[in-house]
């Protein structure tokens, strides 16, 4: 099945004018679908309970919160997979246009950013830790124990760091093992890619989606923040402003969780890397190479550093 199929499938009186692949980093098969009056998003995984928890999840984010998400059009089985025709959201990838914006544009995204997160906070509570799967129709997470989650997740990323940074795995593990985790902290939905590069923005409108709901997992709040916070404030520039924004937005809804130096020390290994192994190009235009390791190095220097 291709997207074509899938659109004739679910539209059956409509025309396909055009099919454009869409490169997004990740395990989907994504097409723009343009109609005769409307242009939609297919997506097909060969992960079908995966994807069917992606789906699940970006519905209920759509349905139990102020998230702007994408509207799920339809979903449906393949041999060997799943596919969802999605609506296609007005505007620009935020990644690129974010460091175009004023300050103070920047500063109100960063408050909706803060504001999201905490309402996915508010919303979407576990009983336990790490990935959160579709079980009898509930999302659920499955660690039973807080800190031998966390501490896999952290030294996973440790373990994915590249030859340039492999000199702070050492120094990284020994604040582990010196960190005060908490036996049982809170468990919240812990959306780990929130960040400009799955977003679309609209001039005159702000940001009109966040995408990707995939992978989701449930962590302690305070790692949430800390790795938004990183991928928001730390990745574009002007940290200090975003990062008060970000904060304000988030305590409009609830309480601000202070993330411990470990979380933040967590968050910059685990966006240092991408699933494909290559070093992650901070900022825009992006960082590669030598200055893309610096700035990775920077930040966890600095955070081992007490900054």
């Known amino acids: 099945m291709n997207a074509v199929d899938v659109v004739a499938e679910t539209f059956p009186d409509r025309t396909v004018r055009d099919v454009t692949p869409v490169e997004h980093g990740n395990n989907k098969q994504t097409s723009l679908v343009t109609l005769d009056d409307r242009t939609v998003v297919v997506q097909l995984s060969a992960e079908p309970a995966a994807f069917r928890t992606e789906i699940t999840l970006a519905r209920a984010v759509r349905e139990r919160t102020t998230v702007p998400t994408p509207a799920v059009l339809a979903t449906g089985t393949f041999d060997g ?97 010196d960190a005060e985790l908490g036996a049982r902290p809170p468990s919240r939905l812990y959306p780990w890619d929130l960040r400009p590069g799955n977003a679309i923005y609209a001039d005159d409108e702000g940001v009109t989606a966040v995408l990707d709901w995939g992978e989701p997992l449930a962590a302690a709040p305070a790692l949430s923040v800390a790795k938004t916070e990183h991928l ?76």
């Open 81 to 177: 997979g799943r596919y969802a025709v999605i609506e296609r959201a007005h505007g620009d990838d935020l990644h690129v246009r974010f460091t175009d914006l004023s300050l103070d544009e920047r500063a109100e995204i960063a408050r909706s950013f803060g504001r999201w997160l905490a309402a996915c906070h508010e919303t979407f509570r576990f009983e336990r830790y790490g990935d959160v799967s579709l079980r009898d129709g509930e999302l659920t997470a499955s660690a039973p124990a807080w800190r031998p989650w966390f501490e896999g997740y952290l030294t996973a990323g440790l373990a994915a760091l590249p030859a340039s940074l492999a000199d702070l795995r050492e120094p990284i593990r020994a604040a582990l093992a």
């Open 232 to 307: 928001l404030c730390s990745w574009y520039g002007d940290r200090e402003p975003l990062q008060a924004a970000f904060r304000d937005g988030y305590a409009t809804v609830r309480a601000l969780p202070e993330p411990p130096r470990i979380y933040r020390l967590a968050a910059g290994v685990r966006s240092a890397v991408d699933a494909a192994g290559a070093v992650t190009r901070p900022g825009y235009p992006e960082r590669t190479g030598d200055a893309a390791v610096a700035f990775h190095r920077d930040r966890l220097t600095g955070l081992l550093g007490g900054e």
